[in-house]
């Protein structure tokens, strides 16, 4: 059965989609391991959460990009925001990610 979304869907920070149930994800904006175990969080669609760590090292997310701001101007994450949007809400990748050479 598709994913369907409604009016009171979270919208994701990164790509202003509508999350529906069974694709969100919560990204830690500075990672438990860089010492963000207690702090702030952001509801995430479970393909832009994969995409941020498939990106960015945990060193990167803490020190240069630990912020919805921060994150959008990376040149990767930017482009694949571009791609992501003209997708469904529910749209999930068929191909498993792995992490890009950086």
């Known amino acids: 059965m598709p994913n369907t979304t409604t009016n009171n869907d979270p919208i994701c920070p990164l790509c202003d989609r509508p ?3 069974g694709s969100r994800s919560l990204h830690h904006l500075i990672p438990k391991l860089k010492g963000g ?3 702030p969080t952001v509801l995430l669609h479970q ?3 994969k995409e941020v760590h498939a990106t ?7 020190r240069n ?4 701001p921060a994150l959008r101007t990376h040149p990767r994450l ?3 925001l571009c791609w992501v949007r003209k997708r ?3 749209f999930r990748s068929k191909v498993p990610g792995k992490r890009r050479g950086r």
Do not use: M, S
């Open 19 to 21: 999350i529906p149930d």
């Open 47 to 49: 393909i832009c959460h």
């Open 37 to 39: 175990k207690g702090g």
């Open 65 to 68: 990009f630990n912020t919805v």
């Open 56 to 62: 960015l090292t945990e060193a990167e997310l803490a």
């Open 78 to 80: 930017e482009k694949f």
């Open 88 to 90: 469904p809400p529910g």
